[in-house]
């Protein structure tokens, strides 16, 4: 078999300095057994330096524009663009694109004609409900759904990364008889090398006024559909002696001024914002001390920070939502938005911790089995080779 080219559009690139595509990317390219198949990757850089090597893909920069929320249509368009020339020039036979999420559906028709002359596969991720997130305005959640439409009628192959969104997809375009393949967000399975008297730990627990085991958690983007205020209301109606620790950046956030005004949980000497930690033994050490974790995310796929917590926390606590609850199974305890609900679920466990000792296990061999990058790359190469 000869080389098969691979581009990969959509992600801002690797080396992988945070967020969910950019990790994939990042993972994908380190765990490859495959070298038969040969990867290029768009990145978003402020300078035009040349393409670098990474991983072993070929990395090329797209340069950003400051153009507001259109750069992320421009740049999906340049990375796409600059791949088609390369496939055309070189003659690569039998290449894909893949382009993580639906950014740029209003145009693909038009690139759609030339990748079927140069006999290019076109595979998207259709990532979760864009068009359903909050903090997006209505012309632009308009924006969205229609980019998707367009998107999944194009595409050769939508790989959905949560079965929630492939039944959705199958569902809702059924007039395009669109093909479909499930393969989920892989995790890093590995502990923390801190150890517990670690210095990092020690200093950020002592920052903070923390003790290990006494606090909940919460890691995730401070946006309106992860229901932070939902879980903040309901953690202040409990009888809990301990803190929930919000790991979130709230820099200048509108949000965050909007919920202390609704639930004046500063007020409370138990909530806890802490900023951001983008140390990842840090994050990975702060999630196994944790008493138990919130994880309040509605709209989207597979959440990368559902399973880091499955694997690293000993105790979670799952908004009851399809997306939640494919992951987690019976390996976490679910909860509903309903006045009191999550209230008492914290009071029972405080009360009887020891009843629910079995879920740790339960979560961390179902996250080792179906989760572990190995097993989601090698699904990938898969999907890439034939």
């Known amino acids: 078999m000869k080389e098969k080219h691979i581009y990969i559009i959509g992600s801002k690139g690797i080396p992988a300095k945070y967020g969910g595509f950019e990790t994939f990317?990042?993972?994908?390219?380190a765990h490859q057994s495959n070298k038969k198949l040969k990867y290029h990757v768009a990145c978003l850089s402020n300078d035009i330096q040349s393409n670098f090597i990474h991983n072993g893909a070929d990395c090329f920069n797209i340069p950003k524009k400051n153009i507001g929320p259109a750069n992320a249509i421009y740049y999906d368009?340049?990375?796409?663009?600059?791949?088609?020339?390369?496939?055309?020039?070189?003659?690569?036979?039998?290449?894909?694109?893949?382009?993580?999420a639906c950014r740029i559906g209003p145009f693909i028709g038009h690139y759609k004609k030339q990748m079927k002359k140069l006999e290019i596969?076109?595979?998207v991720n259709p990532d979760g409900h864009e068009w359903l997130?909050?903090?997006?305005?209505?012309?632009?959640?308009?924006?969205?759904?229609?980019?998707?439409?367009?998107?999944?009628?194009?595409?050769?192959?939508?790989?959905?990364?949560?079965?929630?969104?492939?039944?959705?997809?199958?569902?809702?375009?059924?007039?395009?008889n669109p093909k479909t393949t499930y393969i989920a967000y892989g995790a890093d399975l590995s502990p923390s090398l801190l150890k517990d008297n670690d210095e990092k730990l020690v200093n950020w627990f002592q920052e903070k006024g923390l003790e290990s085991n006494e606090y909940y958690l919460v890691v995730g983007r401070f946006v309106p559909e992860n229901n932070y205020e939902v879980m903040i209301r309901e953690f202040m109606l409990s009888n809990s002696t301990k803190?929930?620790?919000?790991?979130?950046?709230?820099?200048?956030?509108?949000?965050?001024?909007?919920?202390?005004?609704?639930t004046s949980f500063d007020k409370d000497k138990r909530i806890r914002f802490v900023g951001t930690v983008y140390?990842?033994?840090?994050?990975?050490?702060?999630?196994?001390?944790a008493f138990a974790y919130f994880h309040g995310h509605e709209v989207g796929g597979t959440n990368p920070s559902l399973i880091e917590a499955l694997v690293s926390t000993k105790l979670n606590l799952l908004l009851d939502v399809?997306?939640?609850?494919?992951?987690?199974?019976?390996?976490?305890?679910?909860?509903?938005?309903?006045?009191?609900?999550?209230?008492?679920?914290i009071n029972e466990i405080e009360n009887s911790r020891e009843e629910y000792d079995g879920l740790e296990q339960k979560a961390k061999q179902r996250i080792a089995q179906y989760f572990s990058w190995e097993y989601i790359v090698e699904k990938y190469e898969k999907v890439f080779k034939n």
């Open 322 to 345: 399809g997306f939640n609850r494919e992951v987690g199974e019976d390996g976490a305890l679910y909860w509903l938005k309903d006045k009191n609900h999550l209230a008492s679920l």
């Open 279 to 289: 140390d990842k033994e840090l994050i990975k050490k702060i999630r196994e001390n």
């Open 121 to 123: 596969t076109l595979m």
């Open 243 to 262: 803190s929930l620790v919000l790991i979130t950046n709230v820099e200048k956030n509108k949000f965050y001024d909007l919920l202390r005004e609704k």
């Open 77 to 100: 368009l340049a990375a796409l663009k600059y791949s088609l020339k390369e496939i055309e020039d070189n003659n690569y036979k039998g290449a894909i694109i893949y382009i993580l």
């Open 25 to 29: 990317v990042e993972e994908l390219t």
């Open 133 to 176: 997130r909050a903090k997006w305005s209505t012309p632009v959640k308009k924006y969205w759904k229609i980019s998707e439409q367009y998107m999944v009628k194009n595409a050769d192959l939508l790989i959905c990364d949560s079965k929630n969104i492939e039944k959705y997809i199958q569902e809702d375009y059924a007039q395009y």
